[in-house]
């Protein structure tokens, strides 16, 4: 109950979403299930990294620069790799919340808020690189409550991606 030290671990780590997803935490301990008995291909792996993963995340120097990068962040366990890819909303790190930028000609930017100052506001779109908005020209920034990365991402690939 020390509010202090809640807010100085999620400023550090994250909020953890308090209202669980039953069907994500479903599709986690079917795909748990499913690896613990089926050994993956590296090779197609890499693969799947380079034609989906690397618009936001870097690993071993290759990919983008939106997300994580994940060559060591968020596999420290099969539970975590498991749930950071398909429960990606359960934790959102700070420095990874997904903000949307409303400028004042009615452009709406969505990423990550690379830079946010008094002069103005940078953020970093996946597979798009980096928009910088003068300060005087956002009408107002929201953030979400939702991770960058796509829910659902079971859906569009065979298991053995």
Same mark, same amino acid.
Request: charged share 30%.
């Given at each position: 109950?020390? %509010?202090?030290?809640?807010?100085?671990?999620?400023?550090?780590?994250?909020?953890? /979403?308090?209202?669980?997803? $039953?069907?994500?935490?479903?599709?986690?301990?079917?795909?748990?299930?499913?690896?613990?008995? &089926?050994?993956?291909?590296?090779?197609?792996?890499?693969?799947?990294?380079? &034609?989906? *993963?690397?618009? *936001?995340?870097?690993?071993?120097?290759?990919?983008? @620069?939106?997300?994580?990068?994940?060559?060591?962040?968020?596999?420290?366990?099969?539970?975590?790799?498991?749930? &950071?890819?398909?429960? $990606?909303?359960?934790?959102?790190?700070?420095? !990874?919340?997904?903000?949307?930028?409303?400028?004042?000609?009615? %452009?709406?930017?969505?990423?990550?808020?690379?830079?946010?100052?008094?002069?103005?506001?940078?953020? %970093?779109?996946?597979?798009?690189?980096?928009?910088?908005?003068?300060? &005087? /020209?956002?009408? !107002?920034?929201?953030?979400? @409550?939702?991770?960058?990365?796509?829910?659902?991402?079971?859906?569009?690939?065979?298991? @053995?991606?």
């Amino acid at each position: 109950n020390d %509010r202090e030290a809640l807010w100085a671990v999620e400023k550090a780590f994250g909020k953890i /979403r308090e209202e669980r997803n $039953p069907a994500r935490e479903k599709v986690v301990a079917e795909m748990a299930a499913y690896f613990r008995e &089926n050994l993956g291909d590296p090779h197609r792996g890499q693969t799947v990294f380079r &034609n989906l *993963c690397a618009q *936001c995340h870097t690993m071993h120097g290759e990919g983008g @620069k939106v997300g994580p990068d994940i060559t060591s962040d968020g596999r420290a366990s099969l539970e975590q790799l498991l749930t &950071n890819v398909f429960d $990606p909303s359960l934790v959102i790190g700070p420095a !990874y919340q997904v903000a949307t930028v409303v400028t004042k000609d009615g %452009r709406n930017l969505t990423g990550l808020l690379a830079e946010d100052n008094e002069q103005r506001v940078v953020v %970093r779109m996946p597979g798009e690189g980096e928009e910088a908005v003068p300060r &005087n /020209r956002v009408k !107002y920034t929201r953030v979400s @409550k939702l991770s960058m990365m796509p829910e659902g991402i079971e859906a569009s690939l065979d298991k @053995k991606d």
